[in-house]
């Protein structure tokens, strides 16, 4: 059986979700704050991996709206390629295309929570916010691949997996 880990990367967090197989429904599974070296970022992520007995990391691609790679997906990759220098052969890695995913986990947990007495959130609040919608942008990125890899379609149009060795 192959597990599956889905990234969020974003220049503070990583959103995490898991899959326990082709089969099985993503689900959101952690947030990390980003370390300052990627030694940290994989340190923590190989602690992920070797716990769930994952095989594959399916990586959100930041597109632009047009489909195009800017400086955020550039970044992304070099953060990946690193990535696989640390983890070596334990995974596989590839790319899914994340546009409007964060936009998407939004709707699906609906507004920020209020302050007290409906006032603005605490900074706490945002802060809890924005790491579940982080998680649940992962698992939209890894619930799209698994989607197409069985032919059933996705929540968005979004092109197939790009593997890195």
């Known amino acids: 059986m192959t597990g599956f880990l889905g990234i969020d990367l974003g220049e503070r967090r990583i959103g995490i979700a898991i899959s ?11 947030t990390m704050r980003r370390g300052r070296s990627i030694d940290t970022d994989a340190s923590a992520l190989g602690s992920l991996i070797d716990a769930h007995a994952i095989d594959e990391l399916v990586v959100g691609l930041p597109l632009d ?19 696989q220098t640390y983890l070596g052969e334990r995974v596989r890695i590839g790319f899914r ?16 929570p209020r302050g007290r007495s409906g006032g603005p959130p ?6 809890a916010y924005r790491a579940r919608v982080d998680r649940e942008a992962a698992a939209i990125i890894l619930q799209d691949e698994l989607d197409s ?8 149009t979004r092109p ?3 593997s890195r060795p």
């Open 20 to 30: 326990d197989g082709p089969d099985v429904g993503a689900r959101p599974l952690a």
């Open 65 to 83: 709206a047009a489909g195009h790679e800017g400086p955020q997906a550039e970044a992304t990759r070099a953060w990946v390629e690193e990535l």
């Open 97 to 112: 295309d994340e546009r409007l995913t964060s936009h998407v986990a939004e709707t699906r947990l609906g507004p920020m």
């Open 122 to 127: 605490s900074r706490q609040q945002r802060d």
């Open 149 to 156: 890899r069985r032919g059933t379609g996705s929540a968005s």
């Open 160 to 162: 197939t997996m790009e």
